[in-house]
């Protein structure tokens, strides 16, 4: 069973412990997710007391004790050294012992790459994770990788993460065979950097379906299924879909206001959750030796409750399996 546990960093996010608490509690209630499967860790103390008023018994869970945290303001790499018994350090931990599969942090999104990937290592035949996210911009999920973990990489990392996504989305999302793009400034092979060209070809040389260069615009047409791209791009498009979607729908209830249209923002909540990858769960970290979701720092109980849900189905889909498989060309 441990290695099909969930080393949930309580103390991660804007609003732990008790948003993470309630999530695991709920993720255990309405998830279906057995509460052996996760393993709370942080401060024992905090965490017993949290789960008592949430009129909760600590003895359900499994707590592993740790005496630091790592905050949102802190330098990634400062707290990695700084800080060997904070709540993302045991996770890790707990993953690297066998003592769990999976990690679930709703804190500092660097220091949790940061530890995965030096605690963890890479897959067999990776040269480089990427960070994934999953969004249903036209009502079919969409995965777009890499998010932020590899800011430059070369041709052949391009391709890893075309492997990669496209075996989680089969894996994990239910698509059968999914379509892969490579972003770019055109849809032409001739466009783009010399990497985005050389990356071209690698995929067209491929097994996957590959479609060929796609622009920032397709993200919305349901050309593909995932979508390839360097860190800093794909960074980039994510904080901007997030805050544009807020900023749209701001000007759009203030437009129907002004024209005596009393909507509320509930009104059109369901159109900002389809930029919001905490409804798949959070960033998945493709690559590493484990499976690592990181959510936003503002994760409430719900955000936290379908992380946990997604870690599970993505251990048990055997995914890291299939992608070590699949870059060995025995997949």
């Not at 069973?1 to 309630?22: E, F, N, Y």
């Not at 800080?83 to 769990?100: E, H, L, T």
């Not at 749209?248 to 005596?260: N, Y």
């Amino acid at each position: 069973m441990s290695a099909k546990r969930i080393a949930l960093d309580v103390m991660g996010g804007d609003s732990a412990p008790q948003s993470t608490v309630a999530g695991a509690l709920r993720a255990c209630e309405s998830g279906g997710l057995d509460q052996s499967r996760i393993l709370l860790v942080g401060d024992q103390n905090r965490i017993e007391s949290t789960l008592k008023d949430a009129g909760a018994d600590p003895a359900r869970f499994e707590v592993l004790h740790t005496t630091q945290v790592v905050e949102m303001t802190d330098s990634p790499a400062a707290a990695l050294r700084a800080k060997p018994d904070s709540s993302i350090a045991g996770c890790i931990k707990a993953v690297r012992s066998k003592s769990a599969g999976a990690v679930v942090s709703m804190g500092n999104t660097g220091a949790c790459v940061g530890a995965a990937t030096l605690g963890l290592g890479t897959l067999e035949g990776i040269r480089r994770p990427g960070i994934a996210v999953t969004l249903s911009l036209t009502g079919n999920p969409l995965t777009l990788l890499d998010m932020g973990a590899n800011i430059a990489p070369k041709p052949e990392h391009l391709l890893q993460y075309a492997m990669m996504g496209s075996i989680y989305a089969k894996d994990c999302l239910g698509v059968a065979e999914p379509r892969v793009g490579l972003l770019n400034v055109g849809e032409e092979s001739s466009k783009g950097t010399d990497t985005l060209k050389a990356a071209h070809v690698l995929m067209e040389q491929s097994s996957l379906r590959f479609e060929g260069n796609i622009e920032g615009g397709d993200l919305f047409s349901d050309r593909v299924d995932v979508v390839v791209t360097d860190g800093f791009t794909g960074n980039v498009i994510l904080k901007l879909m997030e805050d544009f979607s807020g900023f749209m729908l701001r000007l759009v209830l203030g437009e129907l206001r002004s024209h005596g249209a009393e909507w509320g923002q509930e009104a059109l909540a369901s159109i900002q959750q389809k930029i919001d990858y905490s409804e798949y769960g959070g960033a998945l970290l493709l690559g590493v030796g484990g499976v690592v979701i990181v959510g936003h720092g503002r994760s409430d109980e719900a955000a936290v409750a379908n992380a946990l849900t997604v870690a599970a189905r993505t251990l048990d889909s055997g995914v890291n399996e299939d992608i070590i498989r699949g870059v060995s060309g025995k997949g």
